[in-house]
């Protein structure tokens, strides 16, 4: 089974930084496209990046470009979002999916979400 879980969330001032990691349960991350997902109260779950099984590929939604990263630590199983420059707005809850094919923010493409962890900007 595959399962994910987040870990690394808090709260932050506007400008600060954060880094989020997804590990993997009994089975090994590299094999899958691993996306990262935030969700506001009352918004739908935005995309934000996802990061090819051999991580060479990475794909960023344009809100969060140019200051979310996302690596993976294969040896530890593990996949990263270094946030940046962190804004208000970036306050959700955040997800960390596994999928199988797909190298897209659709979440109808992913098929094994974590918990999330919470993410909360502000003075």
């Known amino acids: 089974q595959v399962q994910v879980v987040e870990s690394g969330g808090g709260l932050v001032q506007p400008g600060g930084s954060l880094r989020l990691s997804c590990a993997g349960q009994?089975?090994?991350?590299?094999?899958?496209?691993i996306a990262w997902f935030r969700q506001a109260p009352g918004k739908e779950r935005e995309g934000l990046s996802c990061i090819s099984s051999s991580g060479a590929t990475i794909v960023y939604a344009d809100s969060v470009k140019g200051r979310f990263t996302t690596a993976r630590d294969s040896a530890k199983n593990l996949v990263y979002l270094q946030m940046d420059s962190l804004k208000p707005e970036d306050t959700a809850i955040y997800y960390c999916a596994a999928g199988s094919y797909y190298m897209d923010l659709e979440v109808r493409h992913y098929h094994s979400w974590g918990q999330g962890t919470q993410v909360t900007v502000s003075t």
């Open positions: 009994g089975f090994a991350m590299e094999h899958y496209v």
